[in-house]
């Protein structure tokens, strides 16, 4: 009997003790996944604190200063940029006034009209059908004639010297450039204190027609960020009048301001003339377009006499 209760009390305490080993097991178990649980945890938490903040001060914001949609109601939409330190001070002596010391970015759908777009929309199709890149970007120079061929250029005044059956512009075609180019001119030269006659319009100006095609030459690439005023020397202010509409005529294209923190984007639109100086606080790039073929018209000036371009000359210009 006195064995028997032994036993049961042997057995009874390896039973307990059994019993306190599994728990403390459990216990161990218990607190290993917590541990590992707040592990993950915490190291989500920093993942998604580093995505945040790297968004934040990364991306960068991005406002949209006119959409292709609406149509600009006031006269001219207009947005100040502090002028670039070293783009102009070497020119002020040479040009004086006539460098900009207030510097913007203009845009307005009022002073061209929708018919006279559509006609110079007209006249790029009809000269741009003489021949044509063969990758993503078109551009007709109405000054000297180049227009894109496959991956190179031709003249095409000289082709219309040659052959009357290429001889596509009329006289109202160059009536309708040249009203426009005064429309913009006037438009440049009051919005910035400038007296007409000491701005003139200068080289390149020129049609473009973008498209979603892939490119085969340097030239097909317009979707590189640069300053109109390293790109082509003369210019000190830009213009570029749209003929056709974003989201309509084509996808992506939009013209974008890169700006310290923020880009600003210009949706285009049929008629809307884009105008800003033309240094490096205008930095910019047009987004590849996506889909649909986009056409504009580059029209700029510049302070140099020297650099002035005849629109009387337009056609003749066979070099
Ligand atoms: O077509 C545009 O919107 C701008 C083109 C441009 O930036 C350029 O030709 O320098
Ligand atoms: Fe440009």
């Known amino acids: 009997m006195r064995s028997k209760a032994k036993s049961i009390d042997k057995n009874g305490n390896k039973s307990l003790f059994d019993a306190k080993r599994r728990k403390k097991n459990e216990d161990d178990c218990r607190n290993e996944w917590q541990i590992n649980a707040f592990k993950r945890l915490f190291v989500l938490f920093i993942a998604l604190f580093i995505v945040y903040f790297s968004n934040k001060y990364t991306s960068q914001r991005l406002i949209v200063f006119a959409s292709g949609k609406e149509s600009i109601r006031e006269l001219i939409r207009r947005q100040r940029v502090e002028c670039s330190k070293i783009d102009y001070d ?10 900009p010391r207030t510097c913007a970015r203009l845009v307005t759908d009022s002073i061209v009209s929708e018919e006279d777009a559509k006609h110079l929309l007209t006249i790029a199709k009809k000269g741009m059908a003489i021949g044509g890149s063969s990758g993503s970007a078109t551009i007709l120079d109405l000054h000297s004639g180049a227009l894109s061929y496959e991956q190179s250029f031709i003249n095409i005044y000289k082709l219309m010297q040659i052959n009357s059956n290429y ?15 005064n429309k913009i001119h006037s438009t440049i030269a009051s ?10 319009l200068t080289h390149p100006t020129f049609f473009s027609r973008l498209t979603a095609h892939e490119p085969n030459t340097v030239h097909d690439e317009y979707w590189h960020l640069h300053v109109d005023k390293h790109t082509y020397r003369s210019f000190h202010y830009t213009s ?11 996808e992506g294209g939009r013209f974008v301001f890169v700006d310290q923190n923020q880009n600003v984007t210009i949706e285009p639109r049929t008629a809307r003339v884009l105008a800003f100086t033309s240094g490096s606080e205008n930095t910019h790039y047009v987004e590849r377009v996506t889909k649909g073929t986009r056409y504009a018209l580059t029209v700029s000036f510049t302070c140099d006499a020297q650099q002035a371009i005849q629109t009387s000359l337009f056609g003749k210009n066979t070099e």
């Open 167 to 181: 001889s596509v512009f009329s006289d109202l075609d160059f009536q309708v450039y040249e009203r426009v180019k």
């Open 240 to 250: 570029i009048l749209y003929l056709s509409t974003y989201n309509e005529d084509f």
């Open 191 to 200: 919005q910035f204190n400038l007296n007409p006659e000491t701005l003139f």
């Open 90 to 99: 070497s020119e002020r002596e040479k040009f004086g006034d006539c460098i």
